[in-house]
């Protein structure tokens, strides 16, 4: 019998298994198919980074340090028709790109390495006994008074102790890993219909191409697959590359739904995407699966109240989504995509801000701030206009003459 059995070994399961192991908890780490290769921008914050860096070696592992970002929306397309767009610079190592397959890979050796169990079965059934939970594969079954459910949005431990999450509550990301191309910059095109963007991400050895979406916008993943791949034709991004196709949901929650929605229960908790812990704009969630996993391994060790005391544990963590949540609603709207390409291109110091954005280092608790300490008032005030508030931005503004 083990203490714990944390059920799915992606980035949450894996590092909840190694902060647990090295406490001295007796751990089994359920898992048939890591390490994979994820169908995902593939971007590691630096402050993610940091959270693992010590534990899994990240310098030795192959990556690319990505020099900067471009950004182009579907009206303007200056940044793909050979025009400079709005370029962003990055910080060295704001932002990693690993391939998922190695990043994963290194998380789940360290887990091991640390004294955690590795079990490399399908959990496909879950129940409750007088002693905790009974742990159900194919070929054995496995007891522990406690479980982690890192098992992705629509996992078995969500479905067991919560309702799975609606579509309203997902994004759907699809499109394809072009192989043999890569790069060192990030490219984003923001489209409005449905609201969302195209990106295109270099890993070590090739590019992860995509379109994320809402998956209750009304497209199908098949009709939302074939606009990126006509971007690829279009674009010329990782030209004569080989297409990979994928696609995976990703938990995109309300601000009400993030503030509201219980992380734990009785003998339970949920980390990362099973908790809906993702950036509902970015759609990042690696930094906030490592975080969750700090927090669930934290509050089993102290060993009292611990559903209650993970949920604490995740107050500050889910007021900074909700705050994103909010701002969401109205960021993909075409008279705030228009603002921040024109900002973007005029302001290096609100450039700098959108890099800071893109890195984790900027929270959107004083995002608004921030941008009017820039010193660019009237254009960061009717940039704050058109993202805060339903109505157009005033055309009087005395940011017209700035921005043109």
Known sequence: MFDVAVIGAGPSGSWTAYRL??????????DPSHPREKPCGGGVTGRALALVQEAIGAAHLPRVDVDRARFVDVLSRGAIDGHPGASVPLDVGALSIFSR???DRRLLESAREAGADVITERVSRLERDRHGFQLHTARHTWRAPFIVGADGANGLVRRRTMRRFDRAQLSVATGFFVEGVTSREILLEFVTNPPGYLWSFPRVDHLAVGICAQADAGVSADALRARAASWIQRTGIGRDGRLVPYAWPIPSLSAHAV????AAGDGWLLVGDAAGLVDPITREGIFFALLSANHAASAIAEGRNVSAAYERRLHELRAELARAARLKRLFFRPAFIGLLLKALQASPRIGSVMAD???GTQSYRDLKWRLLKTGEFGLAWRLLLAAYTRGEPPQDSPATDIIG
Do not use: I, N
């Open 357 to 359: 954005l893109v890195a």
């Open 259 to 262: 503030s509201t929605a219980a």
């Open 101 to 103: 397959m190695v990043f």
């Open 21 to 30: 192991a090295r406490a001295g908890a007796r751990v089994a780490l359920f």
